[in-house]
């Protein structure tokens, strides 16, 4: 069975970094993508990074491009998502998930592309 377990999340400072991790198992190959993506209170969960372990391709959405960074490594089978000069607005549920569709353009951002999802991790950052 597929898992993914999920952690790195904390309370941090504005301007401040957290290093997120997925743990992934259960894959008999690299055919998958993994992304990450965030429930803030009263608000949809959003799809904020994508890697697709194949060729590591990356993907994100313009809130957090150029101060969030994707990357896998497939000694640990581990994809990490690097946060930095976190943003109060960046406060959310930060979950993991996985697909082995072939995501195409914006599809990675669409949460019912992907069929397995670790559980939440919080990230609370203060002003």
């Known amino acids: 069975d597929v898992q993914l377990q999920a952690s790195g999340g904390g309370l941090v400072q504005a301007g401040g970094s957290l290093r997120l991790s997925c743990a992934a198992s259960?894959?008999?190959?690299?055919?998958?993508?993994i992304g990450w993506f965030r429930q803030a209170p009263g608000k949809e969960r959003e799809g904020i990074s994508c890697?697709?372990?194949?060729?590591?391709?990356?993907s994100y959405a313009d809130s957090v491009k150029g101060r969030f960074t994707i990357f896998s490594d497939s000694a640990k089978n581990t994809v990490y998502l690097q946060m930095n000069s976190l943003k109060p607005e960046d406060t959310a549920v930060y979950y993991c998930?996985?697909?082995?569709?072939?995501?195409?353009?914006?599809?990675?951002?669409?949460?019912?592309?992907?069929?397995?999802w670790g559980q939440g991790t919080q990230v609370t950052v203060s002003s």
């Open positions: 998930a996985a697909t082995r569709r072939n995501l195409i353009l914006s599809s990675w951002r669409i949460r019912t592309n992907y069929d397995y």
């Open positions: 259960g894959f008999i190959n690299d055919d998958y993508a």
């Open positions: 890697i697709s372990r194949s060729d590591d391709s990356t």
